[in-house]
């Protein structure tokens, strides 16, 4: 089955700091990848997303690309704000086409100190 | 303005008194699901519906039940809950155009079963 790994946190940084979250996944054909923001007390948004290889998405200064030869979806910022501290949640639709559900990896609390 | 409903956004209940949590969303999608985020686990899907009176089970069925009579509505039913189901609950639709698969969440509903 489909499953997504991410680095678990929390990942603590200063701010201005570069910032990458690892994400790798395991999927039969090709999924599409997201990359999923909590802020604290609200629910999921949509913060990128890639639907096929090296696909580049990109969103509020953050970007991942879509590595099939490495099956990873990385996010990246390169310099981080206190008002980006959140859980961030790696994600992927199956590959079968048509609508279907998200697999999740574990979240990642990402903390920005001033 | 796209948005999914869910109600009520807080919950504290006693073991096995019956609740139902509402799930409506105004974008005519086909595809509704529900999941759980739980500390170190992520998000899990319980159920998912993919059109009017189609439902089927997701990762972490056991405990819940769901109806779709109408294409907007997809209410989360428990019938007997028990403290374990003391979550964070999230209900979700989505759709899969050209530009890929993108799904919406809800503002979440959190539980407490005692």
């Known amino acids: 089955g489909n499953s997504v790994t991410q680095m678990e946190g929390p990942v603590t940084l200063s701010e201005e700091a570069f910032l990458t979250i690892n994400c790798t996944y395991t999927a039969t054909g090709y999924p599409s990848l997201f990359w999923y923001v909590q802020y604290p007390g609200e629910g999921l948004q949509l913060l990128l997303k890639a639907t096929k290889a090296d696909d580049k998405g990109s969103n509020k200064g953050f970007e991942a690309t879509y590595r099939k030869e490495t099956t990873s979806f990385h996010l990246e910022k390169g310099s981080v704000q206190v008002s980006d501290s959140a859980v961030y949640f790696c994600a992927l639709s199956g590959a079968g086409g048509g609508a279907d559900g998200l697999t999740f990896g574990k979240g990642t609390h990402l903390i920005i100190q001033p | 303005e796209a948005q999914v409903t869910q109600n009520p956004r807080y919950l504290i209940t006693v073991t096995g008194k019956k609740l139902t949590v509402t799930c409506s969303q105004n974008?005519?999608?086909?595809?509704m699901s529900w999941y759980r985020q739980d500390p170190g686990l992520g998000l899990r899907q319980i159920y998912y519906s993919m059109n009017v009176e189609v439902t089927d089970k997701g990762d972490v069925p056991e405990g819940y039940k769901v109806s779709r009579k109408e294409k907007r509505n997809f209410p989360l039913i428990l019938e007997s809950p028990s403290p374990n189901q003391t979550s964070l609950y999230f209900c979700a639709s989505s759709y899969t155009g050209v530009r890929g698969t993108e799904a919406f969440f809800g503002q979440g509903t959190r539980l407490t079963v005692v």
């Open positions: 974008m005519n999608h086909e595809y």
